[in-house]
């Protein structure tokens, strides 16, 4: 829409179906994901509004969705004064092709992920006295990866139930065969 100036002023556009509705903070899921979530969104919002005074008012409804999706409060304001105070940036920016540690440790998103990132935190603090590694800030850094869920292990068994035809009762079905034998008639089952 213009502004009576004849300026163009860009808007979100919400749809009437749109739930507004987040990943809720009381799932499990890596800390850093739900402050993640509010960050992307508050920056997307910061990109398309051009108006500062419908960008406060539009952050505003959305920390409202994040509260109703259990987000702490304040956590949603500290990270959206954040985006508001960046700048409006439109373009492309490269990213640096050079990891930023020289080690990635991987493990499996858990319990011990705390106790892992502690134990690498005072691993780095080691390092950096080494003249090798002294102007290097992280020598070895943390990736987290998803643990297998309920999903992957049912589908890991049925594939596994499916091809090895030893299994009590599940087999693999082939489409149906006319009675001349030659042609086949339908299609497989969606599962196979």
Not at 47 to 57: A, G, H, Q, Y
Not at 81 to 91: F, G, Q, T, Y
Not at 149 to 176: E, H
């Amino acid at each position: 829409m213009f502004s009576d100036v004849g300026d163009l002023s860009t808007d979100i556009n919400i749809k009437a179906t749109d739930a507004r509705v987040f990943l809720n903070y009381s799932s499990y899921h890596p800390r850093q994901t739900f402050p993640s979530i509010v960050y992307s969104q508050g920056l997307r919002y910061r990109r398309i509004i051009n108006d500062p005074i419908r960008l406060f008012r539009r952050l505003d409804e959305l920390k409202g969705c994040f509260i109703k999706s259990g987000y702490p409060k304040k956590m949603a304001e500290r990270i959206f004064n954040d985006v508001v105070k960046r700048p409006r940036n439109l373009n492309y920016q490269k990213k640096d092709k050079k990891p930023p540690n020289e080690i990635m440790w991987t493990q499996t998103y858990g319990p011990g992920t705390s106790t892992i990132i502690k134990v690498v935190k005072e691993a780095n603090k080691m390092l950096q006295k080494c003249p090798v590694w002294a102007k290097n800030d992280k020598v070895i850094g943390v990736v987290n990866k998803r643990p297998k869920n309920l999903g992957d292990m049912i589908f890991k068994r049925k594939r596994l139930a499916l091809s090895s035809g030893k299994s009590l009762g599940t087999y693999s079905c082939s489409p149906l065969i006319s009675q001349n034998r030659s042609k086949k008639r339908g299609r497989p089952c969606t599962c196979c």
